[in-house]
Antibody, heavy 117, light 111 residues
Framework: QVQLQESGPGLVKPSGTLSLTCVVS?????????WGWVRQSPGKGLEWIGE???????NYNPSFKSRVTMSLDKSNNQFSLRLTSVTAADTALYYC??????????WGQGTLVTVSS | QSALTQPASMSGSPGQSITISCTGT?????????VSWYQQYPGKAPKLMIY???ERPSGVSNRFSGSKSGNTASLTISGLQAEDEADYYC???????????FGTGTKVTVL
């Protein structure tokens, strides 16, 4: 059973950089071609941020394209999200995800990131 | 990239069927069958209920089914049960390189 666990600072200052890591357990990252990030603002809906393939190809939501970078570290079974120039609008619960058949079949529990000074 | 449109809320009595719509455009829902549906309870991560428009993951009840007509996808819940009370989100692949867009979400209440 694949499990995903997000980690990273829960508080980021405005104009700063949000950095999160997702550790994959219960299987190698090679079990899936794509790994992604989805966020959910408080009381709001889901928003796809982007995805990274097991060989490092990335696809990003055009809404984030200039601010987002994803990377992976297969040797440590983890992948990461970096979002620059954050504002209060980036305050959200961030989920890491395993993708399959163009959908998310496994989700992390989510980590709340608040953007505030 | 605009969110797909879903009704904000729907309700039904136990045993009834409800159908949640998810309206997009010819660039997303209307362009492929890469539509998925998720169920989310308060404070929990979403759960995949339908992928590839109408396929159910192992363990998901066959009371859940998906379909599409034109630019609108639908999730039907048959034989509504109390445990079906949750938020539901659709999602569609859009464009190339692929990007994904979620729906606005529908809160389902079992009366």
């Amino acid at each position: 059973q694949v499990q995903l666990q997000e980690s990273g600072p829960g508080l980021v200052k405005p104009s700063g950089t949000l950095s999160l890591t997702c550790v994959v357990s219960g299987g190698s990252m090679s079990i899936s071609k794509w790994w992604g990030w989805v966020r959910q603002s408080p009381g709001k809906g889901l928003e796809w941020i982007g995805e990274i393939s097991h060989d490092g190809i990335t696809n990003y939501n055009p809404s984030f394209k200039s601010r987002v970078t994803m990377s992976l570290d297969k040797s440590n079974n983890q992948f990461s999200l970096r979002l620059t120039s954050v504002t209060a609008a980036d305050t959200a619960l961030y989920y890491c995800a395993k993708e399959s058949h163009s959908s998310v079949d496994y989700w992390g529990q989510g980590t709340l990131v608040t953007v505030s000074s | 990239q605009s969110a797909l449109t879903q009704p904000a809320s729907m309700s039904g009595s136990p045993g009834q069927s409800i159908t949640i719509s998810c309206t997009g455009t010819s660039s997303d829902v209307g362009s492929n069958n890469l539509v998925s549906w998720y169920q989310q309870y308060p404070g929990k991560a979403p759960k995949l209920m339908i992928y590839d428009l109408s396929e159910r993951p192992s363990g998901v009840s066959n009371r859940f089914s998906g379909s599409k007509s034109g630019n609108t996808a639908s999730l039907t819940i048959s034989g509504l049960q109390a445990e079906d009370e949750a938020d539901y989100y659709c999602c569609s692949c859009a464009g190339s390189p692929p990007s994904y867009v979620f729906g606005t979400g529908t809160k389902v209440t079992v009366l």
